[in-house]
């Protein structure tokens, strides 16, 4: 068994020759070997892994291989090691030689947390300093002005090139000579990656309209892991023109929720606005987030304990969007959340599903046995819509949607499902919930299991309507191969011509797979291969269909479930396949069952 913490863990150099022998050590590598050193060194190499380092060996480059080895310890537990090859020259009597450094996973993970410790807490003094900061990588002219928000988000003012952004403050800010002088003369630092300087500039800093502040700039190049020039700094307002001084300013607080320490409404929405403006076509996805019955949480507990929930559901907001973007409070209890880049719902769905999941166990283990729950409508510039108005407008129905359909849950806006209930031509609850069911269909399978057994004649046809619906099947059919009978779920009622005595012919049941499963992607494959099942699907218009030996023995002489499509649609996904066979299995054992009780 690998144990990873209970021995001391290693950083070790050792060289090692062509014969695997140990030439030097150092003392750190006495942690594995102990007072019984061994001098060849994959004998402390896990047999396993033996085969994948010596190969490594023969395919090091100048730069180094590095690989990951399990190693043996004196204490005799095996700790994976990230080893690092290099070249370690040629001796007249060893041959050539390798350095080999090691260190243990242990170690790096401790490492990683350590520098996560610190990046958090450093990312909470730039929070709390309330600067203007600015970044600029010289090789790839790339020019960045923020403000850490709450530590880790980030509010942008500017991002682009360097000549672009100075031409823009000549022009929309309307500088004077003596301005633009000094602008450019901050901009030659920033080009030349010049150490340590310090700058006094006129600039509309906030894209405020109509404001001009006077600012210190402080800078310093450093030099990145890779080896590219970064100019680093901060801009300190000293002065506006409307004459406040900076104690007055306090740039944060004009922009923050006193109550969340969230961007209040006016910050966050003004810059959704010149996000989706300055970035047509750029992915950004808004959600509007409401507690939850908050006014009886304020009734039944008071003002203080509301205030409470509407703090550490804030909090859970930053956790959950964390560096994809930034969060606000839009109203009361309603808050908001800005996120770029998420270009599938799966990432989406991950954001909305951590935030109402943590929401509803803030208070788990409260003994007065508190539910505090959250609703959520989400909405994707440009795919749902073309300004930021209309985005607010769809999340904010959708939002609505998930209050209609009993709360504590979240709706990503889908055009062909909501756009009718959006724009006021219908009601998606008259739906049913079915097309819903399209984009959750691990929800079909748990909904199915889950009510199928125990629901009445009219609730088991919408269960079969919804798994129609969701896999898009035109036709539901039980054989019973015992009987000669089929039944008919769902579809054309005219197909009760056939009895499937059709299986018996051509010797069709071999193409079932080992799980029971049989795929038709296209009917006219059987055309000459099953004369006998494309005659009597073709008669129906069945070009596509998955078939499931209920029970999955193909040996047996069992019943049979199929789903056909009357158009061809693409391949059947092989999830599609698996969960049909769940839905099929589960429903013809009952069906079957209580037909026989019957």
Known sequence: MVDFFKAETVNSDILIDETMSIVTADENF????????????TRYIHPVDVSRFTEALKDYAESGKYIVVRMLYQTGEYHWMLTRITDGGVSETRGHMYEINIIDAALITTQIDNLNSQIKRYSSYL??????????????????????????QTLSFYRGTLNAWEEDKIKTDALGLNEVKELDGFCKALANGEKLFKREITINTLNKLGRLDKCLVRGNTIVDEYGNSIVIGTIIILESSDNHVVEELNIISDMKDPGTDLLNKRAITDYVRKLIDSQPGHTVTIAIIDVDDFKTINDTYGHMFGDEVLCKVADILRDAVGSRGLCGRIGGDEMFIIMEGLNDNEGIRNVLRTIRNNTKWLYHDDPRNIKITCSIGSATYPNDAKSYDELFKIADKVLYLAKEKGKDRYIIYHEDIHREYVYGMGRIVDLNDKVFYKYHKMEVVNTIIREYKEADDARRKELIDIVAVAFNINTIAIYDRTELTKHILYGDQRMTDDDGSFFKEDNYIPNFREDGIFVIDNINFFETKAPAVYKVYSEYGIVQAVQYIIGGDIKKNNNIISYGRYK?????????????????????????????HD
Not at 136 to 143: K, P, S
Not at 581 to 590: F, L, M, Q, T, V
């Open 568 to 596: 061809l649609d693409k391949k059947w996904a092989e999830s599609d396949m698996n969960f049909l066979a769940i839905i099929g299995d589960y429903i013809g054992r009952i069906f079957l069952k209580e037909r026989k």
């Open 30 to 41: 006495e942690a594995i070997s102990g007072n019984k050193a061994l001098f060849i060194y």
């Open 127 to 152: 929070g709390m300093c309330e600067n203007v900061l600015f970044s600029y990588d010289i090789l790839n002219d790339d020019f960045n002005i923020f403000m850490t928000s709450d530590g880790h």
